[in-house]
């Protein structure tokens, strides 16, 4: 059974940092993309940014300079760096495997970031 569960969300002030994380469980993670993505309320689920099984990285122009993604193969866990965040990034947070060409199959369950101004 593939699973993702999300953790690390908060409540926090403009200009701080956050991490998120992602453990993955059910699949060999090694050979698969990972994406995150984010719904404000109101909006649409949007594409925060991905890493490919070999390690390319891309992001939202949104969060480009700020936000990092990481992994480690060693513990299943894709990460969420956030930097310098803004209101505008209160959202829920998910992740989930796959990549944007291929599209993503299985997600997590979010975990909530509110960045209070």
């Known amino acids: 059974q593939v699973r993702l569960v999300e953790s690390g969300g908060g409540l926090l002030q403009a200009g701080g940092s956050l991490r998120l994380s992602c453990a993955a469980s059910?699949?060999?993670?090694?050979?698969?993309?990972m994406g995150w993505f984010r719904q404000a309320p109101g909006k649409e689920r949007e594409f925060v940014g991905g890493?490919?099984?070999?390690?390319?990285?891309r992001y939202a122009d949104s969060v480009k300079g700020r936000f990092t993604i990481s992994r480690d193969n060693d513990k299943n866990t894709v990460y969420l760096q956030m930097n310098s965040l803004k209101p505008d990034d209160t959202a829920v947070y998910y992740c989930?495997?796959?990549?944007?060409?291929?599209?993503?199959?299985?997600w997590g369950q979010g975990t909530q970031v509110t960045v209070s101004s």
């Open positions: 890493i490919s099984w070999s390690g390319y990285i």
């Open positions: 989930a495997f796959g990549t944007p060409v291929n599209g993503y199959d299985y």
């Open positions: 059910g699949r060999t993670f090694s050979s698969y993309g």
